[in-house]
């Protein structure tokens, strides 16, 4: 058996909504959110960011309604406001479609596809 990585789900549009310097490093998202795009907390995730171009992984832990916080090292790499994208893998040998969630400017969802 020969295991590929897949994308499993992707996030579009969400937009931070704090900074939080002081903290080991992580991403805080939405627990609907997360339940959507089935990631567990402290399952690691990719993120864009739309506004400057930065990539970096961290690990996912559920935020409040609405919020997108941005932890440790990874508060250096993005702004309040700026639009990120969040994705999840997967490592498996059969190809799977991903679950794309798309949100509005308060971070809630608005459509899955």
Not at 33 to 43: F, G, N, R
């Amino acid at each position: 058996m020969r295991l590929r990585k897949f994308l499993k789900s992707k996030i579009h549009g969400l937009r931070v909504t704090k900074t939080i310097l002081d903290y080991e490093g992580s991403i805080g998202l939405p627990n609907e959110i997360m339940e959507e795009a089935d990631i567990k907390p402290y399952e690691f995730v990719m993120i864009i960011n739309k506004n400057n171009g930065n990539r970096f992984e961290t690990y996912a832990i559920p935020s409040e309604e609405g919020e997108v916080i941005l932890y440790g090292g990874a508060a250096r790499l993005a702004h309040i406001k700026d639009e990120i994208f969040v994705f999840s893998y997967i490592f498996t040998d059969e190809e799977i479609k991903p679950k794309i969630i798309y949100v509005d400017k308060e971070n809630k969802i608005l459509k899955i596809k």
